[in-house]
């Protein structure tokens, strides 16, 4: 039977809060920020949507150190993003990316604790994967691309969207043809360089 108690001190990862917890977790963030300058295009897919691996040391500390550790490597990243690469959007694309971060590796990390295994991963990335994939797709319906429309005009970010790809032309189905599939890209691809290298970096992290 799983100790509740334990599974709550992990919840609140008590451990991030030593001076080991926080070099871990300076570490982790710094090696987030620099995959998130590492943007890499996709066929198909508007210019702007670029993949990048920079939720895989999030994820990683999650499921290490806690959600709590995620969550605080998720913004830091985004802070250290927006001094030294604003993207032009005032902070909102970094809030959202920090909010679509956490949505994919909190719920992991949380079901991982529960469950320490390859099949609790799993479990735990396919949910975070989900609900990765729905707050992605609302963040760009009703905040990025409203914000995008402002900045640069509406028609302009269409153009940009409708180049990539012929079946998108309006937002609802930029959010079906280009959000939702770039999402659920990128989430497989950070799960499976996750499955593949934690338990050979898991016991440094611990």
Not at 15 to 37: C, E, H, P, Q, R
Not at 71 to 89: A, P, S
Not at 109 to 117: E, G, M, P, S, V
Request: charged share 15%.
């Amino acid at each position: 039977m799983i100790d509740q108690k334990s599974i709550k001190e992990e919840y609140l990862s008590p451990k991030i809060y030593t001076l080991n917890g926080i070099v871990k977790i300076a570490l982790l963030s710094a090696i987030a920020f620099i995959l998130m300058l590492l943007e890499l295009p996709l066929p198909l897919f508007p210019a702007f949507l670029k993949i990048d691996l920079s939720d895989l040391p999030a994820l990683i500390g999650g499921f290490a150190l806690g959600p709590v550790a995620s969550i605080i490597i998720q913004l830091i990243k985004n802070i250290l993003h927006f001094i030294f690469k604003n993207d032009g959007t005032g902070g909102a694309g970094n809030l959202a990316n920090f909010i679509v971060g956490i949505s994919f590796t909190v719920p992991a990390a949380i079901i991982y604790i529960k469950n320490r295994t390859k099949k609790g991963a799993l479990i735990g990335m396919v949910v975070g994967t989900i609900s990765l994939i729905i707050l992605a797709s609302l963040a760009n319906y009703f905040v990025l691309i409203p914000l995008y429309a402002k900045l640069y005009s509406m028609d302009v970010v269409m153009d940009l969207m409708t180049k990539a790809n012929n079946f998108i032309v309006d937002v609802k189905t930029y959010v079906i043809f280009a959000v939702v599939p770039f999402n659920l890209i990128k989430a497989i691809f950070t799960s499976v360089i996750t499955l593949l290298i934690y338990k050979k970096v898991s016991p440094l992290l611990k």
